[in-house]
Every structure is written in structure tokens, then in C-alpha cells.
């Protein structure tokens, strides 16, 4: 009994030691060696591309917040995926006001092609400047600083800029909402850290930045043509080192994504990321799954003791005092993450979330395997 106690203690603080180190580099990256490293006085030109699908509504709200930014030098490439009239004669009216616009479409009826990427391709061709920046329709800068602060990292030996983007959390009242704010929240602070120790394995498109010439140093996206995702993980790991790419995470970065339905979004997006995870380095994966066992194996550690002990108090005071300052641990260091990554706090169904998550994510390998042809494109 007192052996099962033993080792439910270690591993429950085994569990609380990787998850605060976790958090603590996160937030000294934020709050310190955010603030206090090298940026460059001299800001680059870049051209921001903006890959649209039938999005003229969100084009209208948000492409002037792109073209209004507090920025000497730079060029807007709107590349409309089968847009539709109303949406050119849009476009149209923007580029007689704004003379660094420039409107480019992707041929209609195109197959054995991912769109996404096409429209990428597309971009970078037509882009003026060595430096691009992505971003999607559907993406709202949440300031005019949010190129500068991007492009300030482009310092001598610096290629690739990694930024961060989150869907609108206040706007998510559907149920299960706290379980989609914890997965968006771990599954960003995981590859986030992976990156700011100089691993990085995964980006967005929806704010991602780089030098146009390793697009074309890897054949842009020819390794993984047959593939209908991958442009923000598989091809990243491609031109990301740990030496030459550096993450930008101020508030005024950040960009906030619109989604109409924000639970298909977050399932859709699982889906890609799940399939194209075994593609990148798993380092970050294996050791997430190790400590979820590590986790579960603690709390059966715990709960077979109690049950040995009953009705004897004193172990079972242990056992539950043990299982308390754990979740109270782990429910403060998520709401840490949480507030770097401007998510909104989670707090009493952190636990239940975070014991239920290698089961959920389970059941988005069962999902995947049953849309497994979606993920290939098809040559004919």
C-alpha cells in the first residue's frame, strides 16, 4: 500500500515538473527573451500573400486591416480561389485605392492538385519582395504593428519567422467548448516550445514568414505533392533549423482566425494535423504520450491504494491530498498557458479534460483512418 503510495507520489511530480518547465520556458520566452533579444532597425520589404476561397464577406472586413499597416515597404498578393464576381469586382475597387494590392486567381476546374497549395504557389511566384509572409482570407491582425513586429526578427541568419493564430474563442458556445480550448492550447504551447528550443516541426500558414528562395531551394511543394496538406508542417521541417528560425509571440502578433462553424473547423483541422504528424519529427509526440502515461499510471497508482487502505485514514488523507495539489498544479499552469496564448481560463474541468485527451485523440486516429483518401490527392 504504502509501495502503490510511493510511486503515485513520484509520478504524479514527475507529471507536475514536465508541465511546469514546459510552462516556465514558454513565459521566459514571452516576458523575457521576447523582450531583451537582437531585432533588426532596418525593416525588410515583404510581400504578404493572402490565399482566399469564395471568402468575400471576410476580404471585405479584414483585407484593409492587411492593406493599413504601419509599415515603409510591402505588397499584398490576393490570390482568389474561385472567386466569385462579386468578389472581383471587390478586389477591384481595393486596388484602385491601394496600389500595393495585387490580385492574381487560380484556374477554375484544376485536379490531382491540393488548392491550398496551388494558391501558395501561385503567390510566391507573383510576389515582388525576398521576404513573404502567408495568411489566410479569414485572418484578422489584431493591430497595424503586426508586420513590423513579424519582420523585426529577419536578422542576419534569421529565414523563418513563426507566428501564432487562434480561432475566436468568445464566439465558441457550442458544447465541448473547454475541451477545444485545451487541445488548441496544449497542442500550440507544444510545438511553440519545440521551436523556442531550436526543434521546430510546425507552423501556420495563417502567419508564417520566410525568405522566398527556400521555397524554391526544396522545389516548393514537389516532395509532397500527392499530399492534400502538409504546407505548414511537412514543408516546414524542410527549410526550418533550429538556427535559422525564430517565434514571434507578442499579443500584437497574434492573429485571430474566423471560422462560421468553429466545431467542424476545429475536427477538420485535428484531421489534417493527426495525418501529417507522422511525417515531422516525433520527438515532441513521444514525449506528450509518455507523460500522459505517466499520468494515468499515477492516478491508478493512487486509487489502488485507497482501495487496499480502506477504511484505515491516514493513507487514504495521502492518496487524496496528493491528487489535489496535482490538479491544482496542473489547473494553474494551463491557465498560464492559456493567458499567453490569449485563450480564455479554463479551470475545474482541466483535469477531466486532460486524463480524457489520449482517449479523444484515439478517437481522431479512428476518424482519420476513416478519411484517409481525403488526405491524398488524386492523380488521374
Not at 486596388?95 to 492538385?113: C, D, E, Y
Not at 502538409?230 to 535559422?244: T, Y
Not at 491516514?314 to 496542473?330: G, Y
Not at 479554463?346 to 479512428?366: D, E, G, Q, S, W
Request: net charge positive; charged share 20%; with cysteine.
Amino acid at each position: 500500500m504504502w509501495g502503490l503510495l510511493a510511486g503515485g507520489f513520484v509520478l504524479g511530480l514527475v507529471y507536475v515538473i514536465w508541465r511546469w518547465l514546459g510552462c516556465r520556458r514558454l513565459s521566459q520566452f514571452v516576458n523575457v527573451t521576447e523582450q531583451n533579444r537582437e531585432y533588426t532597425d532596418e525593416l525588410p520589404p515583404v510581400s504578404v500573400i493572402v490565399d482566399a476561397c469564395n471568402e468575400t464577406d471576410q476580404l471585405v472586413r479584414f483585407l484593409p486591416l492587411v492593406l493599413n499597416q504601419d509599415y515603409p515597404e510591402y505588397d499584398v498578393v490576393v490570390i482568389a480561389d474561385g472567386a466569385a464576381e462579386a468578389t472581383s469586382d471587390m478586389l477591384s475597387e481595393m486596388k484602385a485605392q491601394h496600389p500595393n494590392l495585387h490580385i492574381t486567381f487560380t484556374p477554375h476546374g484544376t485536379r490531382s492538385l491540393s488548392r491550398k497549395k496551388l494558391a501558395l504557389m501561385i503567390g510566391i511566384k507573383a510576389a515582388s519582395h525576398e521576404i513573404i509572409l502567408t495568411t489566410n482570407a479569414n485572418c484578422r491582425p489584431t493591430s497595424d504593428q503586426w508586420l513590423r513586429l513579424m519582420m523585426r526578427n529577419f536578422v542576419e541568419g534569421t529565414d523563418v519567422v513563426l507566428g501564432y493564430s487562434h480561432y475566436r474563442y468568445h464566439r465558441d458556445k457550442r458544447w465541448a467548448r473547454h475541451w477545444r480550448i485545451l487541445d488548441t492550447v496544449t497542442t500550440g504551447a507544444q510545438w511553440l516550445r519545440s521551436a523556442i528550443a531550436h526543434r521546430p516541426y510546425r507552423g501556420v500558414t495563417d502567419n508564417l514568414a520566410y525568405r522566398k528562395h527556400l521555397f524554391f531551394d526544396v522545389n516548393g511543394f514537389a516532395d509532397t505533392m500527392n499530399l492534400t496538406w502538409g504546407e505548414d508542417d511537412v514543408f516546414l521541417c524542410q527549410i526550418a533549423r533550429g538556427d535559422n528560425t525564430r517565434v514571434e509571440l507578442s499579443p500584437e502578433s497574434q492573429l485571430s482566425v474566423y471560422y462560421e462553424n468553429i466545431l467542424r473547423a476545429h475536427r477538420l483541422l485535428r484531421t489534417r494535423r493527426d495525418f501529417t504528424s507522422r511525417m515531422v519529427p516525433r520527438r515532441a509526440f513521444i514525449e506528450h504520450a509518455l507523460m500522459s502515461w505517466v499520468l494515468w499510471i499515477a492516478h491508478a497508482l493512487l486509487v489502488a491504494a485507497a482501495v487496499i487502505a480502506w477504511p484505515c485514514a491516514i493513507p487514504l488523507i495521502a492518496a487524496a491530498v496528493t491528487l489535489i495539489a496535482l490538479w491544482i498544479t496542473v489547473i494553474i499552469v494551463t491557465r498560464r498557458e492559456c493567458k499567453l496564448l490569449q485563450a480564455p481560463p479554463i479551470r475545474l474541468t482541466v483535469p477531466l479534460l486532460t486524463l480524457a485527451r489520449p482517449i479523444i485523440n484515439f478517437k481522431y486516429r479512428i476518424r482519420e483512418l476513416r478519411h484517409k483518401k481525403s488526405n491524398y490527392t488524386t492523380y488521374i
